[in-house]
């Protein structure tokens, strides 16, 4: 079974005349010529290539039976077959194929030695109309693992050629990427082009980068995208955009590997033109406006529509609303360099205090404290409590070098009810 759930199907025809089909599957074959059927994406003369039949050789049908096989673990067929006919001691041979859809990105993450179109010409020369992409069937990547490594060898390059399909945990491979390891090439050095309102060394701090850190541009890309993006947007730039990383191979007696040039797009900074509320019934929008550290007219910072966020949450949990989720969409204005701040509120349902115990602490300690205990059974559940009481209350009599307790908060969601348990000495 492949790895998209598709099966193999190898199968042979095999076409002579009746009266002597005995005879002449024994027989060697004198191959006359070869023909495919079925191609659309290949070229005819392709797909002979890689089968490894020509005209003027003399085969078994063994033979044919292990190109059919040879093909097939190429991963660029979902069937192959065969038949031949044999007239006055010549024989065609014609493959039938069917093609896979090739929709799978490819990456090359670190052959700085190359450009990427040299590298999908170089493969292609082998590999029939590769184009940077490939299907996802199973042989294919290994069939690119052995030209990449066939490619180094031929330039003299050390190095190992890794396949590392590339996916969100939980879901389909979105790329296959390959890279080169043992050695891999080192990142020499690092510049962001176009890059003017963060300095050039504060945007590679933030990748943190270790010494002698490898080239990646699986890495770098992904960075770009996320890492450095946020960065922007904690100053405004919302429209901020990396281009692909462009590497050349760099050799000194510093450095062997890469030096590696990030394209960016910083664009304009934004500022605040309103809030917007959704889905919110127990809290008013003036409230919640008021829990957003943004003025109006101010650059829109990522960070504070997080702390944003957490203030909406602290502010619902108080009030028993242990569930809430407020999401936000950034409604760009694009001509006045203004943003509208949507947030959707899930308030969820409230909750009241259940249980109170305190693990490990003696019946007289856990009187005493329960005594103290503000928040009783029944009453709205606050989210905050729990951490109040224990600095408050229960810190101040620990002794020194005393652990302090866990806090261990429970949920009934059935019941809506919340159960807290403060475990000392665990």
Known sequence: MTSTGRRWVVWAWLAALSSTM????????????????????????????????APGQTLSVADLDAAVNRMAATGLFTEVAYRYATRAGRTTVTFIVAEPEWSMPVEFDNFVWFSDEALVAAIRETVPSFDGTAPALAGFSDLLTRELQNLLKSRNIEGTVLFLPQGTLGKDIERYTFKVSNPSPRLCSL???????????ELTAALSLPPNADHSVSFLRSASHGTLTNLYRQRGYWRAGFGSPRATFVQSEQCSGAAVTVPVDEGSVYALDRNEWTGNTVLAASQLDQLVPLPKGAPVNIMLIE????RIRRAYGAQGYIMQQASYDARLDDAGKTVV??????????????????PGLDVAGAAVLTKEWRVKPGDVYDADYPGKFADQV??????????PPDIRVGVDAEKRLVNVAIAFGS
Do not use: C, H
Not at 191 to 201: N, P, R
Not at 307 to 310: T, V
């Open 22 to 53: 005995a005879s002449q599957s024994a027989a060697p074959l004198v191959v006359a010529a070869v023909d495919v059927q079925g191609v659309r994406r290949y070229a005819v003369t392709d797909v002979a290539r890689v089968s490894g039949v």
């Open 191 to 201: 510049s962001f082009a176009g890059a003017s309102a963060i300095k050039q060394s």
């Open 307 to 310: 702390d944003a966020q957490r």
């Open 341 to 358: 701040l949507a947030f959707t509120v899930n308030e969820g349902p409230q909750f009241k205090m259940g249980s109170l115990s305190f």
């Open 394 to 403: 229960i810190r101040p009599r620990l002794r020194p070098g005393t652990k």
